[in-house]
C-alpha cells in the first residue's frame, strides 16, 4: 500500500553555506513537503525517499558565490540520488513507461539537478525522466547509487565505445570511476585505469585490466608505455598536462571526455583554454568533451537490467542513517576526495 501524503516531513536542510554545506546542515522535524507534491505535473512523481547518496556537486554548487544562493533557494535540502517508493504520479503523464509508476511502485533515479528539496528528506517529486522501477534483486542502498555517478558512466562510456576498444579511466576508484570500470567491461572493453596504491587491487577486483599508482608513477610517461587507447575518461583532471599530451597515448579520433571539475577561476579557465584553444594553435589535439549530464530513463533501466544480472555493482563506501548527524558526517566523508565508490545515507526503512 501506498503512503498518504503527509503535511510536514524529516529534512536536512542548511540556510547558508560559509564554511561549507555540512557545517550550516540542520534536521528539521517538520519541513514542509514541496509546494507541488499535492498538485503533480503529468511529468511529475512523489517519491518517499528510502535512500540517498552523495556527490560532489551536492555541495560544489550550492557553495558557490553568488550563483548558489541566486538558483538554490533557502532553506535548501542538499542531494539529488534517491531510491524510493512513489506515493503518487501527475495525471495524464505522456510517457508510456509511467504505467510502473504507480503508487507503492519501488524506484530509484535522481532530480535533474541541485533544488530547494532535494534527497536527503522524507519526501521529494522528481521527474519521469528520472524515476526508474527498482529491478527485483537491488536493496535501496545500492540503487540510490545509480543516480549521478553511474548515470554519468555510463554517458562517458556506453555510447563511445565497440566492444575490443581500450579505454582509460583517469580516477577508479571513486563513485564515478568504479561503474565506469564495470560498464567499460560490461561493453568488451579493455580497461586501464589510476588509483593510489591503497586501491589498486579494488579496482583489479571490479575488472580493470591495467592500473597505475599515481601516488609512485608518472602517470602519463606510463600511458605513453602502453598501446594506444581509443576513449579516455578524465574523473578527475589532473595531471594537469594529460588532455595536452593525450595524442601521445591515444588513437587518431579518440574522444577525451571531462567530467566535474573545481569552480574557481582557475578551474574554469583551465576548462575553457581545452574546450575552445584549437589544436593548430598549440591547444590539445585530441577531440574534449565535457560532459552534460542529462536524465535519461532508457539509460537508468539498462543499468538496473545488468545490475541485476550482476554484471555490475554499487561500490559502498560507507551507509549512514539520518539521525545522529549521519548527513553531517556523510559530506565530511565525501569532501576528503577518499571514499571508495559511494556513499549514502539511509533515509528510512524500507
Known amino acids: 500500500m501506498a503512503p498518504s501524503i503527509p503535511t510536514t ?4 536542510q542548511f540556510s547558508q553555506t560559509t564554511g561549507g554545506v555540512e557545517k550550516n546542515l540542520k534536521l528539521n522535524n517538520a519541513a514542509p513537503l514541496p509546494p507541488s507534491a499535492n498538485s503533480l505535473a503529468a511529468d511529475q512523481v512523489l517519491v518517499q525517499v528510502l535512500s540517498s547518496s552523495l556527490n560532489p556537486v551536492d555541495y560544489k554548487f550550492a557553495e558557490m558565490p553568488v550563483l548558489g544562493n541566486l538558483i538554490i533557494k533557502r532553506p535548501s535540502s542538499p542531494a539529488i540520488d534517491f531510491s524510493g517508493r512513489v506515493v503518487a504520479s501527475g495525471p495524464n503523464s505522456k510517457k508510456a513507461s509511467s504505467e ?10 535522481r532530480l535533474e539537478s541541485p533544488t530547494k528539496f532535494g ?16 529491478p527485483q534483486g537491488i536493496n535501496a542502498d545500492d540503487a540510490a547509487c545509480i543516480g549521478t555517478a553511474a548515470l554519468t558512466a555510463y554517458q562517458c562510456i556506453v555510447p563511445n565505445v565497440k566492444s575490443g576498444d581500450r579505454v582509460f579511466i583517469n580516477g577508479g576508484s571513486g563513485g564515478v570511476g568504479s561503474f565506469g570500470i564495470q560498464l567499460a567491461k560490461v561493453k568488451g572493453c579493455y580497461v586501464a585505469t589510476t588509483c593510489s596504491s591503497v586501491n589498486v587491487e579494488l579496482c583489479k577486483s571490479l575488472g580493470a585490466d591495467e592500473v597505475i ?14 598501446q594506444k587507447f581509443d576513449l579516455v575518461v578524465d574523473n578527475v583532471g589532473t595531471p594537469s598536462e594529460m588532455y595536452w599530451e593525450a595524442h601521445d597515448f591515444t588513437k587518431e579520433g579518440t574522444k577525451y ?11 574554469i579557465y583551465r576548462l575553457l583554454s581545452r574546450m575552445m584553444w584549437p589544436g593548430f594553435l598549440g591547444g590539445g589535439k585530441r577531440s574534449f568533451i565535457f560532459l552534460g549530464l542529462a536524465n535519461n530513463y532508457d539509460h537508468f533501466k539498462e543499468i538496473g537490467e545488468w545490475m541485476a544480472q550482476g554484471k555490475v555493482k554499487a561500490l559502498i563506501d560507507e551507509v549512514y542513517g539520518m539521525e545522529d ?19 549514502v545515507v539511509r533515509v528510512a526503512e524500507p
Open 257 to 267: 571526455v571531462q567530467v566535474g571539475g573545481g569552480v574557481s577561476m582557475g578551474d
Open 119 to 134: 534527497t536527503l528528506a522524507e519526501y521529494t517529486v522528481v521527474p519521469t525522466s528520472g524515476c526508474v522501477p527498482l
Open 325 to 343: 548527524k549521519g548527513p553531517i558526517k556523510a559530506f565530511e566523508r565525501l569532501r576528503t576526495g577518499r571514499a571508495k565508490g559511494k556513499i
Open 9 to 12: 516531513m524529516k529534512a536536512w
Open 100 to 109: 510502473d509508476l504507480k503508487p507503492g511502485q519501488l524506484v530509484f533515479g
Open 213 to 226: 599508482d599515481y601516488k609512485s608513477k608518472d602517470v602519463v610517461a606510463e600511458l605513453k608505455k602502453l
